[in-house]
């Protein structure tokens, strides 16, 4: 029978249409067929009601399943056993399948193996919100972040589960690239801060080798110095914790097509993704540590090669494809750091090469003061005593000869003054401990002594040593109203510890003397620390450390590019 409203071809002898539920047939015989012979007037009420209702539920939920196919958002419902029953437009077009093909296949089969849907149903419960990954038909993961609810039936019983996703995947990548810039630019920092720092290379070497492993998820990460030839190079500097890797002193060969070979030759970044069919006795040594793949970048100082680092690891670890552009960040890094400990090195071994200069100088001015002008002055006071013993003792020439003889004994103290004050003579005659009981005879105020220099040490520092003493005294005497100063000298094996320390009415200021900061400018030269400590009422100490070893071993190697000439 066709129905009126809707034209809905209905089969079997309904007395309302399948479709929309119109009544079908002659209204006469509707409505007593309708009625029965126990139906009454408020049964059809409700059943018109009943109706009525029945078509909204149906009209709502044609509206829900047509807002559910139109949004970019992933919709699926599923029954208790994890089969598909309901999917919309989105999912098949992110997916690769169509709706046939999905509809009645099983969820986690098909998507996501490690889907627990089915699990959570058999416990009557679904999390609300999780993300979890999607494969796509092509293999593609992407990333869903979805919101579940139960389905009940009229009874309450669960039937099955719908969700809505959303696909961030393109979000969390984002997310996780501004994760990586984020540990990138810090690493960098942290290197930046050791290779702008003072501390041993090897140290440097070691800390770069670890930030670069860890920031690209390396196994092991080495830095190597490139020798003069072309084929080989030596371990400097490593990290490997709990991985086999080659110490720090190893020499290698560069026989075949490694990263670090790659980079050798062609003064540019490389990677290698699979050693195995590597040839090569290197690369044999590489396989027999247990890397898989390994990316390395060179470290160019001056625009020439100095060397490369190289981060290794396994396929469990693979490494990302911007690996060498992030490693050669560190490279150029280290690049700076060694082009500036050049620098460093060359700026102390120029100022030391001054100071020794200077103290030459001195030494030559004391010389040519006491073998010269000295002598001649001291040859005039002969001749002087000489004329005046020819003389009448009482006469008015007399008178003059003796004005003569000590006006000239005044110059010639004063000059011996003039020449201990630009070089000590007892300094280059006898050493610091004559040099520094000789400044302890004259100082008017008592001074203890306690000089252990059981070994020799460099003029420079000798030098150096002796004029912090002096200083240090005179501003005692003259501005501290002390009563007693301690004079120290030790050595170790590396250094000269000097210290002078009164108990005077100290609040010394540094910054409003030359001596000192001229002082300062000596013992920096020689790569050496000047400290003055001096609380008000409490004293002052003024304290030098000088390095021996890099004092005598200045003069002998500049280094040029990093290492030693």
Same mark, same amino acid.
């Given at each position: 029978?066709?129905?009126?409203?809707?034209?809905?071809?209905?089969?079997?002898?309904?007395?309302?249409?399948?479709?929309?539920?119109?009544?079908?047939?002659?209204?006469?015989?509707?409505?007593?067929?309708?009625?029965?012979?126990?139906?009454?007037?408020?049964?059809?009420?409700?059943?018109?009601?009943?109706?009525?209702?029945?078509?909204?539920?149906?009209?709502?939920?044609?509206? $829900?399943?047509?807002? $559910?196919?139109?949004?970019?958002?992933?919709?699926?419902?599923?029954?208790l056993d994890g089969r598909i029953r309901f999917c919309n437009r989105y999912l098949c077009e992110l997916s690769g399948w169509s709706r046939e093909e999905l509809l009645g296949r099983v969820w986690a089969e098909t998507f996501n193996d490690r889907s627990t849907i089915v699990?959570? $149903?058999?416990?009557?419960?679904?999390?609300?919100?999780?993300?979890?990954?999607?494969?796509?038909?092509?293999?593609?993961?992407?990333?869903?972040?979805?919101?579940?609810?139960?389905?009940?039936?009229?009874?309450?019983?669960?039937?099955?589960?719908?969700?809505?996703?959303?696909?961030?995947?393109?979000?969390?990548?984002?997310?996780?690239?501004?994760?990586?810039?984020?540990?990138?630019?810090?690493? %960098?920092?942290?290197?930046?801060?050791?290779?702008?720092?003072?501390?041993?290379?090897?140290?440097?070497?070691?800390?770069?080798?670890?930030?670069?492993?860890?920031?690209?998820?390396?196994?092991?990460?080495?830095?190597?110095?490139?020798?003069?030839?072309?084929?080989?190079?030596?371990?400097?500097?490593?990290?490997?914790?709990?991985?086999?890797?080659?110490?720090?002193?190893?020499?290698?060969?560069?026989?075949?097509?490694?990263?670090?070979?790659?980079?050798? @030759?062609?003064?540019?970044?490389?990677?290698?993704?699979?050693?195995?069919?590597?040839?090569?006795?290197?690369?044999?040594?590489?396989?027999?540590?247990?890397?898989?793949?390994?990316?390395?970048?060179?470290?160019?100082?001056?625009?020439?090669?100095?060397?490369?680092?190289?981060?290794?690891?396994?396929? +469990?670890?693979?490494?990302?494809?911007?690996?060498?552009?992030?490693?050669?960040?560190?490279?150029? %890094?280290?690049?700076?750091?060694?082009?500036?400990?050049?620098?460093?090195?060359?700026?102390?071994?120029?100022?030391?090469?001054?100071?020794?200069?200077?103290?030459?100088?001195?030494?030559?001015?004391?010389?040519?003061?006491?073998?010269?002008?000295?002598?001649?002055?001291?040859?005039?006071?002969?001749?002087?005593?000489?004329? @005046?013993?020819?003389?009448?003792?009482?006469?008015?020439?007399?008178?003059?000869?003796?004005?003569?003889? +000590?006006?000239?004994?005044?110059?010639?103290?004063? %000059?011996?003054?003039?020449?201990?004050?630009?070089?000590?003579?007892?300094?280059?005659?006898?050493?610091?401990?004559?040099?520094?009981?000789?400044?302890?005879?004259?100082?008017?105020?008592?001074?203890?002594?306690?000089?252990?220099?059981?070994?020799?040490?460099?003029?420079?520092?000798?030098?150096?040593?002796?004029?912090?003493?002096?200083?240090?005294?005179?501003?005692?005497?003259?501005?501290?109203?002390?009563?007693?100063?301690?004079?120290?000298? @030790?050595?170790?094996? +590396?250094?000269?510890?000097?210290?002078?320390?009164?108990?005077?009415?100290?609040?010394?200021?540094?910054?409003?003397?030359?001596?000192?900061?001229?002082?300062?400018?000596?013992?920096?030269?020689?790569?050496?620390?000047?400290?003055?400590?001096?609380?008000?009422? @409490?004293?002052?100490?003024?304290?030098?450390?000088?390095?021996?070893?890099?004092?005598?071993?200045?003069?002998?190697?500049?280094?040029?590019?990093?290492?030693?000439?």
């Amino acid at each position: 029978m066709i129905c009126a409203t809707c034209g809905h071809e209905n089969l079997e002898p309904n007395r309302f249409c399948g479709e929309c539920g119109t009544p079908l047939g002659d209204p006469a015989q509707r409505a007593a067929a309708e009625r029965g012979p126990n139906r009454t007037a408020g049964d059809e009420r409700l059943e018109v009601e009943l109706r009525a209702l029945t078509q909204e539920a149906n009209a709502s939920e044609r509206r $829900l399943l047509d807002v $559910l196919e139109g949004v970019q958002l992933v919709a699926v419902s599923t029954a208790l056993d994890g089969r598909i029953r309901f999917c919309n437009r989105y999912l098949c077009e992110l997916s690769g399948w169509s709706r046939e093909e999905l509809l009645g296949r099983v969820w986690a089969e098909t998507f996501n193996d490690r889907s627990t849907i089915v699990e959570q $149903l058999a416990t009557g419960s679904v999390a609300d919100h999780e993300e979890a990954p999607l494969r796509t038909r092509s293999g593609e993961i992407r990333e869903i972040s979805w919101s579940t609810t139960l389905d009940r039936d009229a009874d309450g019983t669960i039937t099955g589960a719908t969700g809505i996703g959303q696909d961030v995947t393109e979000r969390n990548r984002a997310a996780a690239d501004l994760r990586r810039l984020a540990q990138q630019q810090a690493a %960098l920092r942290r290197v930046a801060t050791c290779v702008a720092s003072e501390i041993d290379s090897s140290s440097v070497f070691d800390i770069v080798a670890e930030e670069v492993a860890r920031l690209l998820a390396g196994r092991s990460a080495n830095v190597i110095r490139f020798e003069p030839e072309a084929s080989t190079g030596t371990m400097v500097g490593g990290w490997s914790p709990g991985f086999r890797s080659l110490p720090a002193g190893s020499r290698v060969t560069f026989d075949g097509p490694t990263a670090v070979g790659q980079v050798r @030759r062609h003064n540019r970044a490389a990677r290698v993704d699979d050693y195995s069919n590597v040839a090569g006795e290197f690369a044999a040594v590489i396989r027999n540590l247990g890397i898989e793949a390994s990316v390395a970048a060179p470290i160019r100082v001056g625009g020439e090669p100095w060397g490369a680092i190289v981060v290794s690891t396994t396929r +469990d670890a693979p490494l990302t494809s911007d690996s060498e552009a992030r490693i050669e960040e560190f490279a150029e %890094l280290v690049a700076l750091g060694l082009a500036s400990a050049a620098v460093r090195a060359e700026l102390a071994a120029s100022r030391a090469r001054i100071v020794a200069a200077g103290d030459a100088e001195r030494r030559r001015l004391e010389r040519n003061l006491h073998d010269g002008a000295q002598q001649q002055l001291v040859s005039l006071s002969l001749a002087l005593r000489m004329a @005046r013993s020819t003389v009448e003792p009482t006469s008015e020439t007399a008178a003059m000869l003796d004005a003569a003889s +000590d006006q000239l004994m005044q110059a010639l103290a004063e %000059l011996r003054e003039l020449a201990r004050g630009i070089h000590p003579a007892i300094l280059t005659d006898q050493g610091l401990r004559a040099a520094v009981e000789a400044l302890a005879r004259r100082c008017p105020v008592p001074v203890e002594l306690s000089i252990d220099q059981p070994q020799e040490i460099p003029s420079q520092v000798e030098a150096a040593s002796y004029y912090v003493i002096s200083e240090a005294l005179t501003n005692a005497a003259k501005y501290a109203n002390a009563e007693t100063v301690r004079v120290s000298v @030790r050595r170790n094996d +590396d250094h000269v510890h000097v210290e002078v320390a009164d108990d005077g009415r100290g609040g010394a200021d540094r910054t409003l003397g030359s001596g000192l900061n001229g002082l300062a400018d000596r013992v920096s030269a020689l790569g050496g620390h000047l400290r003055v400590v001096s609380p008000a009422g @409490r004293g002052t100490t003024v304290s030098a450390e000088l390095p021996i070893a890099e004092t005598l071993n200045r003069d002998a190697s500049t280094p040029v590019d990093g290492r030693p000439g």
